[in-house]
């Protein structure tokens, strides 16, 4: 069975694709207003989002859980959420607000965790419409507001609401899976959670860090060159997300199927971005020193583009392919290192504070490196024979 296919390849990058889209053509049409009042209640529900799914996604692919339990978990995972928000810095004066983004993000989560199960059923197609679906329900915010003159916040938890509705025939598996727990639920939950979310923890941090204490030139070269350096990771989701949807049983076959196809779209993005910096500079735009972009953007892709090329197929093969039990061990050692690391780090930078983009970089690199580092000795240190337990 092949792993690459072009078709698989086109719907999954439209998935993931999609929804950045969407954002891009809200800001075009919302005024200035309503585009604040959109970024304040998609990003607050974005953060719902992340600690309300908490990695059920990768746990009802694995096995069986119980619907209210799923959904009773998600609500109170928000609940919780919201109230510590609320406690630092309150996102809304409006309790009508509040509500409003809370229940889009419930039935964002719902729809979120049982559409992430298709992949590992291997029906890619119905996943990836609808995470078109789900940009195209937030594009009809456009017509909603500016033509019919709705009320943001009151249309806002219908986008979701109406995506899950259209999805949820694929809510029932037929697929013959182990059954789970609240125990099971949480325990793999926040292993997932723990393994996916430390490195984009990181790529946020390296961002304020630039952009608050360094030059503007310099912050300003190093964000863009992060801005066109970011696809790379989108790519890698792709891959991952096939690893995901692949029915071959074979593990090993799978693993360096995606990192032949990995390594070939990496070189020909890179090989494209750099003849367009090196011999097209006109078309980067005004803010930026195109010769300041030069070294910072040569020296951040050739890290990245490393660390991407290994970690969404090991990713991949881990939640695809590894026992579940690996991915405790995973989020134990990741725990236990982010807090070493984390401590370490501001204990030498408070005493010498980073005064170029090199060592800044360096620092996530060494990160992000070790982080995979242990997850792959994780994966590979007994060996695998690439059957899951519900397998």
Known sequence: MSFFRLDKFIFLTASVFSGKSALLILAYFLNEAEYNLFNKAYYTASLLILFGTLGFRYVLARMNISARTMIASVILNIGITFLVIYIISPPFDSTFHSISVICYSIFACIGGIYFFRLLFSGIYTAYSMMQIFYALFHISLIPAVKIFQFDLYTIFPFVTFFWMLAGIKFFNSSEAMPEGTLRDLYKTGISAFIINAAVPAALIVDKYVINHHFPVATAN???????ISAPLFYVGNVIEKMIYSSGNKNSVYTFKKALLALGII?????????AVIIFIPSLLPRSVDAELLKPVFFFMVSGYAAYVLFHFPVNGYLFRYSEIQKQSITAAAFAVFILIFT???????YQNPIQDYRTLLITIWIFIFSLLIIKSYVIFRNGNTGKTKTE
Do not use: K, R
């Open 266 to 274: 990496l070189l020909i993005y890179v090989g494209i971005l750099s």
């Open 221 to 227: 070269s190093y964000t863009f060159a992060w801005a």
């Open 343 to 349: 401590a370490a780090a501001f204990y030498i930078f």
